[in-house]
């Protein structure tokens, strides 16, 4: 019989699945992986920065807002044309999705919102999977996103709902949660994850997990992000999360969420590749890949490549069915 999909998952039932021993939450959570998904297929993903720094935002771990001094170069949106080019150097080095990140705080109906129309077309048209993460948005941005030809939206929770003020003041949580409902209703692919390392306890990232596995709908993608500390922010001297922590936080979200695709995120750069193999094996789909995140630098699609090849990884196909998650 399959494990069921579930997302009645109570708080007391997160703790304990985070809290078993590695090894065998790795073991449990590589055996759901298997039932849902094919092991050793890893999506590519890409990421560009379409719109960088400058944001009004407080979010303690950010290098692009406006009020930190940071080393971030701020530009404007990037014009149609240099966005669909980087696009097609990603599909041409074998990435399948292509995600654009704005330095906002929410969409506003302006110009523009229609060039990031532009842009989601011209790289649908590529064959790739689309994703923006543009901040808020309501529900008719989001519905002309996906009329665009928009196939998934980032919008991350971050942390536990009691952290959150600790570490964003200028937006709640149900603001986060609202844009999630909105992503939703558009019928686009929700792709919705957090950060490690900001300070919090463990007991916060149970809750996080509980409140990303108990959504209507599981999220499609869950990035797991390790917070790369950049000088100038708040967290600049945040310790470096150990790599086991990442990898409780990926087995623990495979096991509440088998059919998600579960992103090694921000942080990879700092792990070896014996580490990095862990965390596939604890069921770990997707990577981003290419020299930067945002604003960071990231690991090389080459050396990415060769690990691959080292590991029997096969990169995942296009897909742009958003799936209909079917919960009990
Ligand atoms: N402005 C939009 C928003 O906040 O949703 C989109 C871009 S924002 C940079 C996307 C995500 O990047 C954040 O939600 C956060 O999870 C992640 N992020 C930002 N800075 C980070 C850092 N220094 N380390 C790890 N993750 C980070
Ligand atoms: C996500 O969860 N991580 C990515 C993507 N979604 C947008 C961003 C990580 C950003 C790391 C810091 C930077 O490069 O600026
Ligand atoms: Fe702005 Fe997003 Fe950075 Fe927050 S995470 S400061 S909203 S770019």
């Known amino acids: 019989m399959m494990t069921e999909i579930r997302n009645d998952w109570t708080i007391k039932e997160v703790n304990t699945l985070y809290n078993k021993p590695l090894l065998e ?188 596995s108990t959504l209507p709908q599981h999220p499609d993608s869950v990035p797991v992000n390790a917070l790369v500390p950049v000088e100038g922010t708040p967290l600049e001297n945040q310790p470096r999360v150990s790599v086991w922590e990442m990898i409780r936080m990926i087995a623990t979200a495979r096991i509440l969420m088998p059919k998600s695709r579960v992103r090694l995120s921000a942080g990879r750069i700092m792990m070896s590749e014996e580490e990095q193999a862990l965390c596939f094996m604890a069921g770990a789909n997707s990577i981003f890949s290419g020299e930067k995140l945002l604003t960071t630098p990231n690991n090389e699609l080459n050396n990415d490549q060769k690990l691959f090849d080292t590991l029997g990884i096969i990169p995942m196909k296009v897909d742009k069915k958003v799936k209909e998650v079917e919960q009990v």
């Open 25 to 212: 939450l790795v073991f449990e959570a590589a055996s759901v992986h298997k039932e849902y998904n094919t092991p050793g297929e890893v999506q590519v993903a890409t990421l560009l920065s379409i719109k960088t720094g400058g944001c009004s935002e407080d979010c303690s771990y950010c290098p692009q807002a406006a009020r930190y001094n940071t080393d971030v170069k701020v530009h404007k949106l990037l014009d149609v044309d240099t966005v669909l080019e980087s696009a097609k150097a990603a599909k041409d080095a074998g990435s399948s999705r292509f995600c654009m990140g704005a330095a906002w705080r929410e969409v506003r109906d302006n110009r523009d919102f229609d060039k990031v129309l532009d842009m989601v077309k011209g790289v649908n048209d590529m064959g790739l999977e689309v994703c923006c993460t543009l901040g808020m948005v309501n529900e008719e941005q989001a519905k002309k996103l996906k009329e665009a030809g928009l196939h998934a939206y980032n919008h991350n929770l971050d942390t536990s709902d009691e952290y959150y003020a600790d570490i964003i003041t200028t937006r709640t949580y149900n603001d986060r949660l609202d844009t999630l409902d909105n992503i939703r209703k558009a019928k686009l692919s929700v792709c919705s994850g957090g950060i490690i390392g900001l300070g919090e306890t463990h007991d916060d990232r149970v809750k996080m997990l509980h409140t990303l």
